[in-house]
């Protein structure tokens, strides 16, 4: 079974600074996308950022003069530094990593809980 392993998250003020971390499987290394969603409760899931194996980076609009995202390709990982958060920051965050092509795959993390306090 795959198993993304996140950190990071945690309780912080508005204003304050957090930074996530997801390690994936060595055994997935080679092409892929790696990405943070979050889901505040009563909300769908939404993509944060993103970040291919090639260097591609996205982020939304309403963080991506907040946070940076950050891959490390040799070790597979993708970090997520969050800065000036805000209450409407607040959900469980989930590291994603997908290939689209074969071999095909698309896991999860457990996720982990931000909440920024006003």
């Known amino acids: 079974q795959v198993q993304l392993v996140e950190s990071g998250g945690g309780l912080v003020q508005a204003g304050g600074s957090l930074t996530l971390s997801c390690a994936a499987p060595?055994?997935?290394?080679?092409?892929?996308?790696m990405a943070w969603y979050r889901q505040a409760p009563g909300k769908q899931r939404e993509l944060v950022g993103s970040?291919?194996?090639?260097?591609?980076?996205y982020l939304i609009d309403s963080v991506e003069d907040r946070f940076t995202i950050s891959r490390n390709n040799a070790k597979n990982t993708l970090s997520l530094q969050m800065s000036s958060l805000k209450p409407d920051d607040t959900a469980v965050y989930y590291c994603?990593?997908?290939?689209?092509?074969?071999?095909?795959?698309?896991?999860w993390g457990q996720g982990t809980q931000v909440t920024v306090s006003s």
């Open positions: 994603n990593i997908r290939r689209a092509y074969a071999p095909v795959f698309n896991y």
């Open positions: 060595l055994s997935l290394l080679g092409a892929s996308t």
């Open positions: 970040v291919t194996s090639g260097g591609t980076m």
